[in-house]
């Protein structure tokens, strides 16, 4: 297996989905999902070209952020976020992409003001309705986007999600499709410290599909890596 292969491989299948849709292949981030990657892997894509990074447990992330392992890309955290966990990465990502209540926006804007610092975040978006995923139902986008707006320290710059696993690719898109919309809703209104421009969609088997429906932010790991 080659990560540079696998990423130069990965970056013209972006590059053909995003001129197929009348879209510039550079509007479109590469997140590169390092789970269980050791750090050599991490700085090998790193070097590689892909955009960031992204991680998914904070205690993983943490360890390998001590071996330098995201130096010379941005940091992003995906996983599921614990409100005890918020003071440790609040500073150390360069976007939390799961922020999925209330109480972690609030959590995470105590921390940032007393870092004197803003947070970049996404909200997660629980598409699916699925009750063993995390974020906020698609119903109170509207109402936690204007929490996020009254609170200071947190700068929310648009969506995430993660939809259902079907076998058939066609009902992954139909979900695709439903979350855009609701970024084009959600763009178009304007709130403090809130700029919706971002919509982190699509993964190793999904990716394509989920720029087509309109994804910015592809998070990526099996396909770079190979499989885990
Ligand atoms: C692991 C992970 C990915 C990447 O999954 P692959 O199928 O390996 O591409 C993307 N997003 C999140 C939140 C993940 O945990």
Redesign the pocket.
């Known amino acids: 297996m080659n990560i540079a292969d696998n990423i130069k491989r990965v970056r013209e299948n972006i590059a053909e989905t995003a001129i197929k849709c009348g879209r510039n292949p550079e509007d479109i981030t590469l997140v590169a999902?390092s789970?269980t990657q050791p750090v050599h892997y991490i700085q090998q894509a790193i070097l590689a070209g892909v955009d960031a990074v992204?991680e998914?447990r904070v205690q993983e992330m943490l360890e390998k952020h001590s071996h330098s392992a995201y130096e010379g890309a941005p940091l992003h955290y995906?996983?599921h976020l614990q409100s005890n966990k918020v003071s440790k990465i609040v500073g150390v990502c360069d976007l939390i992409e799961?922020v999925s209540s209330t109480s972690l926006i609030s959590a995470i804007g105590k921390k940032a003001v007393s870092m004197g610092i803003n947070q970049n975040c996404l909200i997660e978006v629980n598409i699916g309705r699925e009750p063993q995923k995390s974020g906020i139902l698609p119903e109170q986008l509207d109402e936690v986007l204007e929490f996020a707006a009254n609170t200071a320290g947190i700068h929310v710059l648009g969506l995430m999600a993660?939809p259902p696993i079907f076998d058939v690719s066609e009902k992954s898109c139909n979900y695709f499709d439903i979350i855009f919309k609701l970024f084009v809703d959600m763009r178009a209104k304007k709130y403090d410290n809130v700029s919706v421009r971002l919509l982190s969609m699509g993964?190793?088997?999904s990716y394509v599909d989920a720029i087509l429906a309109g994804s910015n932010m592809v998070?990526?790991?099996?396909?770079l890596f190979g499989e885990?």
């Open positions: 999902a789970k992204g998914n995906i996983g799961s993660i993964m190793s088997d998070r990526i790991g099996s396909a885990r």
